[in-house]
């Protein structure tokens, strides 16, 4: 979804980088084919890179590193060469060969060279060679020194742990300790988030740990800091530890031993339970629909102490809500699901993938309408919900309907916006205590 | 999951023959600063001379998997050498799995769109010369499909990557500890003397 600016910039730099190379090759073509082409210096030249330095007889090339820039030089006379005299022609050729592109690597190893072949290729393949040698400079360019720097890592440790979905956990909890009957209190609320938070990164981490090599064959995920090698796996593991003790330690100790272990039983079925369970069985999403329902019954129980209805309402809503947000981001994601080998609905039971979008979708309008009833808000709450759940259910009756991607974005979208504004409505409407006998909605 | 690893190993082995002469050792003269872990692949990156890390590269066309050029210190001790080892097969390992899953879908994925096209009697390129595609909705068969096909082989594969993962992680600990030790232990013989 937030792919955009990846691309916009790749584009660009792919655009930059053939512009360079076309650059070179006109440059190779106006000259002739006996000329030395120049070798252009540049001032940020750090170190080169001689690649065929000690074996060539007829040709060599001068790498830059951090530079487009490239020599080719055909060697005219081979008494004249003041370099090391090549070992054998072999490897040469087989290195222009190899820069073929789109040829899988078992193919390459078969070609066996021979000079004659090599002369013949000169004139051709002196073009080529610049060309291949542009891209491979370049993917030169893209290797990363695996060091990590102080100023990167809370950078790489908030894309570790997910940092933007930890938020909407930790506001889900929020809500719920807001919703509780009780009245507000600061103190164990603080204590509450930041429990609740540092346990959602501990999550995450752990999840990020196990799914690498998935995660790098999917497009949505493969930017990843373990991915990317910004983090080694014990760092992930460690800052994951560190996250989830004292997270786990503050919800039992700081709040109540319930929250503590709801808080530790959403890690253990997070990263235990639905991560492996991801490439078993559909079943996964129901599991990471109960593990997007606890936090806000976190909240309601770190306020409460107890697991009383509204905390089960106030969980049952979040559990619903996650069928169509959920199924309908999977629709767009069947090829990368299918290839990368996990289960999901939409990829091995389509239909039951829609109709599940929608039954929650209901379902949710149906919670909506016991929430008075169970003494969470007043009945002006089902009132004025009533047109966001409406036109859930409506776009998941279209998706449910229709099958396609279209109507699947639309349905993700609008829950992107529904949970949110849902929250608020109810704390806007949340009943207040029996003695003020208050029946109507704050503002 | 044992016969596909037996059968990996030979040719893994046979791309470590085919390109040991090559990628770093074309410059000899950096030899004695860095030595490099023969890599597994067609890669000719070579790091800095001064580097004492391990680079990572940009992700490999058929995998999606970002090689890893692994810094052999000289120091190495038999754990840390255990360690890399391990680090090396499991890159190699990982490659191979990934670059054929990817491969092989990819080409089902195309007999796939040439045998429904012609079931319909529809040409494989439209009429702009671009090719022709399946809608979403067909194409869904086909996902179902390979994922039905291919899972026992990702189950093998999801359990000997947890293995892999653990024991990287694990050796990855070891190897800090052991470095954290080996750095206080001059020190406790300073204090001692």
Known sequence: ?443 | MAARRSAGRPVVAALCRAFSGRGCQLAPERGAERRDAAPGRVSRFCPPRKSRHDWIGPPDKYSNLRPIHFYIPENESPLEQKLRELRQETQEWNQQFWADQNLTFHKEKEEFVCSRLKAKGLDLRTESGQKATLSAEEMADFYKEFLSKNFQKHMYYNRDWYKRNFAITFFMGKVALERIWNKLRPKQKKTSN
Request: glycine share 6%; net charge positive.
């Open chain 1, 1 to 443: 979804m937030a792919a955009s600016p990846h691309t916009l910039s790749s584009r660009l730099l792919t655009g930059w980088g053939g512009g360079c190379i076309w650059y070179l090759e006109r440059r190779a073509t106006r000259e002739s084919p006996r000329r030395f082409l120049h070798l252009l210096r540049n001032v940020n030249q750090q170190w080169v890179t001689f690649q065929h330095f000690n074996f060539l007889r007829r040709m060599y090339v001068t790498q830059l590193n951090r530079s487009l820039k490239q020599q080719i030089k055909p060697k005219p006379e081979p008494a004249e060469s003041p370099f090391l005299e090549k070992t054998s022609l072999d490897e040469t050729k087989t290195e222009i060969c190899e820069m073929r592109p789109l040829v899988p690597p078992s193919l390459s190893l078969s070609r066996k060279p021979s000079e004659k072949a090599l002369m013949e290729l000169e004139p051709t393949s002196v073009i080529e060679g610049s060309r291949a040698l542009g891209k491979e400079t370049k993917e030169e360019k893209q290797w990363k020194e695996m060091k990590l720097r102080a100023d990167d890592l809370p950078g790489i440790l908030a894309r570790l742990s997910k940092i933007k979905l930890t938020a909407l956990v930790v506001s889900t909890t929020s809500a719920g300790f807001a919703l509780a009957p009780v009245p507000f209190d600061w103190s164990c609320f603080l204590l509450t988030f930041v429990g609740t938070g540092l346990a959602s990164c501990a999550a995450n981490s752990i999840n990020q740990f196990f799914e690498v090599p998935f995660d790098s064959n999917m497009n949505r995920t493969k930017n990843r800091p373990l991915v990317r090698g910004q983090i080694s796996p014990l760092l992930a593991v460690s800052f994951a530890t560190c996250c989830a003790v004292p997270g786990v330690a503050l919800l039992t100790w700081g709040v109540n031993p319930l929250t503590g272990a709801l808080g530790l039983f959403n890690i253990f079925l997070y990263t235990c339970c639905y991560t492996p369970l991801k490439r078993v069985s559909i079943a996964n999403t129901w599991v990471g629909a109960v593990v997007g329902a606890i936090p806000p019954v976190m909240g309601w129980t770190a306020a409460t102490g107890s697991l009383d209805a509204g905390a089960c309402l106030l969980g049952g809503i979040l559990y619903s809500w996650q069928f169509p947000h959920f199924n309908a981001l999977s629709w767009g994601l069947r090829e990368d699901y299918s290839r990368g080998g996990y289960c999901m609905m939409s990829v091995t039971h389509p239909a039951l993938c829609r109709r599940v979008a929608l039954r929650h979708c209901l379902a949710l309008l149906a919670m909506c309408a016991a929430a008075p009833a169970l003494d969470v808000t007043t009945w002006t709450f089902p009132v004025i919900a009533l047109p966001i759940n409406l036109y859930i259910s409506y776009l998941g009756f279209r998706f449910y309907r229709d099958a396609d991607r279209k109507s699947s974005r639309k349905l993700f979208f609008c829950s992107l916006w529904h949970l949110p504004l849902l929250l608020l409505l109810m704390l806007t409407c949340k009943r207040r205590a029996r003695e003020e006998g208050v029946e109507a909605p704050q503002s």
